[in-house]
């Protein structure tokens, strides 16, 4: 399964097609891509890292861990995510990773959890394919025509709205939210291979 991302709107999975390798997948949906105009524009990468409590600060209450995502993305190369299970999401600046070195008695990298997806960038009047639809900030207000852009390739593949617009229908979309459905779609993808995460519950 191939990340899909519908940014500035819907990050989404797009599933292998049948009887397709994850590479003709890919080749396929460019290709459509292509046909409707939409032009290369570089290249992009988002990364996440879990970090789970240390077990020094949990205490002997038998407390749960909580876990921290700390994420990069490419379109926005000056600034790093963490998100908290459950909780807000910070942007900092890069250094945060540094920061993250110098927390290490209170979160610990979870083994084997860094996960990234990458790929072309494409641009297609004012939709950014990754998808940005450019000139709205209100996602809630232009959901219909994404939705529509996304159809007109993606077919019955389409994702229905994302979770974090949840009871935010006015609200202007941030950064911030792009990054918290990466995360939603990268512990998917981890569920999915099964890949155990040492340290986490």
């Not at 993606?154 to 979770?163: D, I, W």
């Not at 911030?176 to 569920?191: C, G, P, S, W």
Request: aromatic fraction near 10%.
């Amino acid at each position: 399964m191939r990340p899909f991302l519908l940014e500035g709107g819907s990050v989404s999975q797009m599933p292998v097609a049948e009887g397709k390798s994850v590479q003709q997948t890919v080749e396929l949906l460019t290709r459509k891509l292509e046909m409707l105009g939409a032009e290369k524009q570089g290249t992009f990468c988002v990364d996440c890292e879990t970090y789970h409590t240390a077990a020094s600060t949990l205490g002997s209450q038998g407390q749960a861990g909580k876990l921290m995502y700390v994420m990069h993305n490419s379109e926005y190369p000056l600034s790093c995510f963490a998100l908290f299970e459950n909780g807000p999401c910070l942007v900092a600046d890069t250094n945060f990773d540094v920061l993250m070195v110098k927390l290490k008695g209170f979160f610990q990298s979870a083994k084997a959890s860094k996960i990234e997806t990458r790929g072309t960038r494409y641009q297609y009047c004012d939709f950014l394919v990754k998808v940005e639809y450019g000139p709205c900030v209100v996602a809630s207000d232009c959901w219909s025509l994404l939705l529509e852009f996304l159809q007109s390739f993606l077919g019955s593949h389409t994702p229905g709205a994302p979770t974090v617009f949840g009871n935010r229908h006015d609200a202007v979309y941030s950064p911030a939210d792009t990054m918290v459905q990466y995360m939603e779609l990268f512990n998917k993808i981890r569920k999915q291979q099964q890949v155990p995460v040492a340290g986490i519950r």
